[in-house]
Nanobody, 118 residues
Framework: QDKLVESGGGLVQPGGSLRLSCTAS????????MGWYRQAPGKQREWVAT???????NYIDSVKGRFTISIDNAKNTVYLQMNSLKPEDTAVYYC????????????WGQGTQVTVSS
C-alpha cells in the first residue's frame, strides 16, 4: 500500500534546529513532487516547501534562508532541515506527495508535531 511515513518532530528552543524525514513507499517517490505543509492551532494548513524530482526547490517566504528541503532518491526519503526555529514555526508538519496528472493526486503523511518554545 502506498503511503508516507514521517518522523523527526519534537520540542526545541527558539533558535534551535530539527530535521523532519518522510519516507515514501511504492511508486510515490518516482511519480510525485514531494513537499511539506504545516498547520498551526486555529489556522489553515499552509504550504511550506516543495522539491521536484529534478531537485528544484521552492519555499514560503517566511522560511526562506532557514529551512532546506532535500531528497535522497536511494532511500525514497524527503527531508526538511529547519534551522533558526521561531515560536511561530510551531505546528503539525505534514509530508505531501502531489501529481495532478494521476489518481490519487495527493498522498499525505500522518503529521509530526514541531513545538518551538523556551
Amino acid at each position: 500500500q502506498d503511503k508516507l511515513v514521517e518522523s523527526g518532530g519534537g520540542l526545541v528552543q527558539p533558535g534551535g534546529s530539527l530535521r523532519l524525514s518522510c519516507t515514501a513507499s511504492g511508486n510515490i517517490f518516482s511519480l510525485y513532487t514531494m513537499g511539506w505543509y504545516r498547520q498551526a492551532p486555529g489556522k489553515q494548513r499552509e504550504w511550506v516547501a516543495t522539491i521536484t524530482s529534478g531537485g528544484r526547490t521552492n519555499y514560503i517566504d517566511s522560511v526562506k534562508g532557514r529551512f532546506t528541503i532535500s531528497i535522497d532518491n536511494a532511500k525514497n526519503t524527503v527531508y526538511l532541515q529547519m534551522n533558526s526555529l521561531k515560536p511561530e514555526d510551531t505546528a503539525v508538519y505534514y509530508c505531501n506527495a502531489n501529481n495532478p496528472w494521476v489518481a490519487p493526486k495527493n498522498y499525505w503523511g500522518q503529521g509530526t508535531q514541531v513545538t518551538v518554545s523556551s
